[in-house]
């Protein structure tokens, strides 16, 4: 129990709010009210806040954490941790050297990275299955796009599906970028099946694995397995990572970087 007076931040609270859902099948309005010492209107539109955000599953009286296979389209998750993910996005382009061909996957921290890409100007080749990042790196002339084919999902703006895969098959690449749902310290997850199939794929066809995530995504697991932490090569995150999944990390020899504060990026 906290001491009387010791307030906590509402990031705070939405923070250790998504945590305590990682580990408990639901929580209360009244004992989360009782626990930060605030009304339960002040918990009722937190939880409201952290449910239209994609973090959490409202439920009567609480929460519940959100479903396995359930997120929400490209579009909203871009809207969220905005700040964080371009200066993800910025840190990225310093992974890439011009001449390098890449494999891009559809997602909403790809896209900043797509547009901060564009804005280097660097020469190279992008293989992706998302229109969203294909129309980014088309603003930059130095810049072939290859925009795989296959069944177009608009929540997603992207391609998926047989075609995707085989056309993949058809080429190799220097690295591969990709977001996912969640990271721990065995494996990275995501919501979308149909999506995994095509970041296994990319990462297959690629040198190096090179994970996209803001810090929501650490200690998440989600419905489908995209690999195996050990099969990354870097990731790149926005804050500090809590000291055990950093040191699963560092155990399994991958480069954690770490987005520096105060950089700009594209404009949301």
Known sequence: MRAPGDKVSKRSRHERIVARLANDVAVRISALAEEFQVTT????????????????????????????????????????????????????????????????????????FAAELARSAYPLTAITNSLGVARALGTSEAITVLLCPGEFRLTEDAVFGPETLAFLDRYHADAAFFGAGGFAAEQVTDADAAGVWVKRKMLERSERACLLADHSKAGQRQFAVVCATYELDVLVTGQPLEAALAAALAGADVTVQLAPEGTVGTAA
């Open 41 to 112: 209107e002040t918990i009722r539109r937190d939880l409201d806040e952290l449910s239209d955000r994609g973090l959490i599953s409202r439920t009567y009286g609480g929460a519940a954490p959100r479903s396995l296979i359930g997120e929400p389209g490209v579009m909203l998750r871009a809207q969220t941790n905005v700040a964080e993910r371009q200066r993800i996005a910025l840190a990225a382009v310093n992974l890439v050297k011009p001449g390098d061909v890449i494999m891009i996957d559809a997602g909403s921290t790809t896209a900043f």
